[in-house]
């Protein structure tokens, strides 16, 4: 597949990427100042300004909200733990709607405490989802699952290649009924979006030998966001040790040519957790940085 | 699934879980001395007495040679280093005879250094299997592709899934002829095996949405070889932070009696790389906890 480089306007910024040093008001300026279009906030630097003021700010500055990290955690070792958790969701889609969020990331969840249960885990998840689900589509924010690195399964996310997510999809929200078109890169609207699809992070899938053919089956109606990284060689930490573009080992060019052959048009969000090298950088150099490696490599 | 605890014969030491503080010698030696019946040598401990020393040492102690650690490694940047590959991958295959080991387990390789292409090193991995089947055929020695765990991609093994593995089994071997029947745990003979299988290793593939039904395609003439360990929470190493078994996440007794509902009756290889835990005690400890834990947990 032979694939020309992105479209510059098509970077968004993902919170966790400057998170240490900078609060979500500098991140909004920032954005602005480097000319990157997008932006997709966790909720620990929303609860820093408020979401009203956060959702004005973001506006004023013309930036997309490419998703609200994240809603999930479904499982819970007792049934108060799971209503807890689905409060907390339905609260996060309201935050999503405020913001005009393309959707809300779902990262699922993994086993509670002491289990060893995988399953069940499974189990609750489709369950938290279906509850959710009526929330999110009234508020008309789409739910994106997440399929997280198989080293995630025991603790953050039990759903973990994106065939597993996909089925996940088809069983909840047979035929992917649309919620509303989404913002293009180049600003047009385009495909609308299935209350339930998924955010493809090419971190937690680039390795997967089904991954063609599950991006193809994703359709442009079930891929709600496309996060962008890299794989370093050697990893030396499971968590916080992502690379910035170029610098690892994923064909990133040819992954972003495989979910805009299967109709993606949305922008390239870049999440990079990096507690030794990135986290402690001058934010304006990261966001210089992303900026050209995501020309040169994406 | 209801699965009463393993058979104590079943259990076998692969060296790896000792390797700091015994060598080969030693390691027989304390098979014998706890009433470990199977032994799994890497080639690095084989080296140190040798392999036909080796071989009379461990038939001398009565023990079943569940595998020889490793073959595999093919992808290389130059048709050199493919040809250097193949050429041990043979060696390998011999010395496994020697050994009488039950098969030789391949961790196939990742990416050569600098390369982004994983579709290209999966079709080296192919070529480079098929390039050593009918030597491994003629030394009646079957092949254990090991699936690893997908964080392992990009520089161990592009081999990930144990779906993935086995359609390499099947395009490669299709209907797996087998090559001998192998010891069971309980002394007498089993299935025959395919000269090309699998070595299923629980911390490779315990995630696996797909684990059920793939176990049940292999079968017994696929099914080379079962590893046991667990998944620790937090796991602080990619490489060397496994878990013994009971420590970890993993429904090990599940796991045992899917691969004994496909037809396996082999023994139960423990390996485990630990360079902070397991590795620092002294291995009668090690082995003693072993045993216990297999009983308790497997």
């Known amino acids: 597949m032979s694939v020309t480089p992105a479209d510059p306007r098509a970077l968004?910024?993902?919170?966790?990427?400057?998170?240490?040093?900078?609060?979500?008001?500098?991140?909004?300026?920032?954005?602005?100042?480097?000319?990157?279009?997008?932006?997709?906030?966790?909720?620990?630097?929303?609860?820093?300004?408020?979401?009203?003021?956060?959702?004005?700010?973001?506006?004023?500055?013309?930036?997309?909200?490419?998703?609200?990290?994240?809603?999930?955690?479904?499982?819970?070792?007792?049934?108060?733990?799971?209503?807890?958790?689905?409060?907390?969701?339905?609260?996060?889609?309201?935050?999503?709607?405020?913001?005009?969020?393309?959707?809300?990331?779902?990262?699922?969840?993994?086993?509670p405490a002491g289990s060893k249960d995988l399953a069940g885990a499974r189990a609750q998840v489709r369950d938290g989802i279906a509850a959710v689900l009526p929330h999110a589509r009234a508020a008309g924010v789409p739910l994106a699952i997440e399929p997280l690195h198989p080293m995630y399964a025991a603790d953050r996310a039990c759903v973990n290649t994106l065939g597993q997510a996909l089925d996940l999809c088809d069983a909840l929200d047979p035929g992917g009924a649309g919620v509303h078109a989404r913002a293009a890169a180049d600003g047009g609207a385009w495909a609308p979006a299935a209350v339930l699809g998924v955010a493809l992070d090419v971190y937690h899938v680039w390795w997967d030998p089904d991954l063609d053919a599950q991006v193809a089956r994703a359709g442009a109606a079930r891929l709600h966001a496309f996060h962008v990284c890299d794989w370093l060689v050697p990893t030396r930490d499971l968590l916080?040790?992502?690379?910035?573009?170029?610098?690892?080992?994923?064909?990133?060019?040819?992954?972003?040519?495989?979910?805009?052959?299967?109709?993606?048009?949305?922008?390239?969000?870049?999440?990079?957790?990096?507690?030794?090298?990135?986290?402690?950088?001058?934010?304006?150099?990261?966001?210089?940085?992303?900026?050209?490696?995501?020309?040169?490599?994406?």
């Open 12 to 111: 968004s910024l993902n919170t966790a990427t400057v998170k240490v040093r900078w609060d979500l008001a500098r991140m909004i300026d920032g954005c602005a100042r480097h000319g990157i279009r997008g932006i997709s906030p966790w909720r620990d630097k929303l609860a820093e300004l408020g979401v009203g003021e956060a959702a004005r700010r973001i506006r004023a500055a013309g930036l997309t909200v490419t998703g609200l990290c994240r809603g999930g955690m479904f499982p819970a070792a007792d049934e108060a733990g799971r209503r807890a958790a689905i409060d907390d969701n339905r609260r996060a889609i309201d935050d999503a709607a405020e913001l005009g969020a393309q959707c809300l990331v779902l990262v699922v969840g993994g086993m």
């Open 240 to 298: 916080e040790d992502r690379g910035m573009m170029g610098d690892g080992v994923i064909d990133l060019r040819r992954l972003r040519g495989l979910v805009e052959a299967a109709g993606y048009r949305g922008l390239h969000e870049c999440e990079i957790f990096s507690s030794r090298d990135w986290w402690q950088r001058d934010p304006d150099e990261v966001l210089a940085t992303m900026k050209a490696r995501h020309a040169a490599h994406c």
